[in-house]
DNA sequence: CGCGTCTTTGAGAGGATTCAACGTGTGTGG
DNA sequence: CCACACACGTTGAATCCTCTCAAAGACGCG
């Protein structure tokens, strides 16, 4: 993907014409961070608006108490920061693995959807999917239990099949969930106490699909 | 606003210019809901997009146990429902008060993007702050106490001023601020004991905003 | 080998919800 | 006009879900 000249990168993320890709990607300056970089702080502005190539970033927010969470997370073809019109984000911007985006200020951008409607496009297109999948992760927050979280991810990450190899990181599985290490290996071995998965070294078996989604609850 | 024009409303949301505004005003359909009509059901697929003109839309999650909890509200100028692509929401959307919207099936807004690109650009900027708001939302639901996103209710329906008139309804706080009726009268009650608030027949004030605002945590 | 990360399990604490009961006001239908 | 249902507010008590703290072992890496 890097080597991909912008302009061919944003005509495919975006969905528009060449010449109004080249123009965009004149404006936009290519950045990379490293794992675990922070790419914003709770309490910045976010001014600039990022579109990821590469990589996961994660959001997190830190309570009172010192905890993080992690709210959400984007990958390539989404889009981070955005408006500058919220005076301040509520929660950290950071990158969990290698990550490569575009960036641009976000008045300039809007600027340069005037001169090329067709920006908006693509654009809306992203924000749009992107709320869809936040509200979707506000719900399920609001709505199951932290274990009932942690179950549902665990389906996510199997998707239609019944095997996962390598056997996935619970402390990673558990903080995407929204919850913590501890409660998701609990909820893991309760799992393997009742026979719904089999784990082994290298695998990770889902022995009853039907059980397990009962548990989403 | 109901008297203006669908395009003129449009060309105004959306800052467009005007034969965009109609051509996607003639697409269009005008509909209005009356209070606690729902607009769309957990489950249900969203192809249908909506642009709201006048009252408040909440959308609303209903857990196993059938505790209903505020996921968020959306008022004039923001949009509901959307890409199309998700199968289904995973909760309720409905009325808060008498509603108006203008209604476009997913599908053919895009089509009409096509021709008209510029629609896409307030498109892209009411999603953007929508996705900011949301995104805030869940950084607060995962940060705060009960009492506090309660609290941090209550200093935003006051805005700047100190007088909240008529008296806010407890039970209506308490879901926006994602929590019980119960817990509600209890950080009421006790702001009260505290003098921090002064309650009376038809009125809310605000004694000492920054003790309030210290219990926002 | 030491270090850091991951996992596991137990014990404890705390916050928030749930259940229950009661008083109040409002609107509706007989 | 009155009885009644219904939503709201208040308070107490109990419960339960999660998180925190703590400790210990396994593993990979430099």
């Not at 502005?45 to 970033?57: A, D, H, Q, T, Y």
């Not at 992203?126 to 389906?155: H, K, M, N, P």
Request: glycine residues 8%; proline residues 3%; negative net charge.
């Amino acid at each position: 993907m890097e080597f991909d000249r912008p302009a061919d990168v944003l005509s495919r993320f975006l969905d528009c014409s060449g010449p109004a890709a080249s123009a965009l990607a004149s404006a936009m300056r290519l950045r990379d961070y490293s794992q675990r970089d922070f790419i914003a702080h709770q309490g910045d502005g976010n001014r600039l608006v990022s579109l990821i190539l590469e990589g996961i970033v994660q959001f997190q927010a830190v309570s009172a108490e010192g905890q993080t969470t992690a709210i959400s997370s984007f990958g390539p073809g989404d889009l981070i920061g955005g408006t500058g019109d919220l005076e301040e984000n509520a929660y950290d911007t950071l990158a969990l693995s290698r990550v490569v985006v575009l960036q641009i200020d976000g008045l300039q951008l809007r600027d340069l959807m005037r001169e090329w409607p067709e920006l908006g496009v693509g654009l809306s297109r992203i924000y749009s999917g992107q709320l869809d999948a936040v509200l979707d992760r506000l719900a399920v927050r609001v709505t199951l239990s932290a274990t009932g979280r942690f179950y549902r991810e665990l389906l996510r990450l199997a998707g239609s099949g019944d095997r996962i190899t390598p056997p996935p990181v619970i402390a990673a599985l558990a903080l995407s969930a929204q919850t913590t290490r501890e409660t998701g290996s609990r909820a893991t071995s309760m799992l393997e106490r009742r026979g719904i998965i089999v784990r082994d070294q290298n695998s990770f078996t889902i022995v009853s699909r039907r059980m397990l989604e009962e548990l989403v609850v």
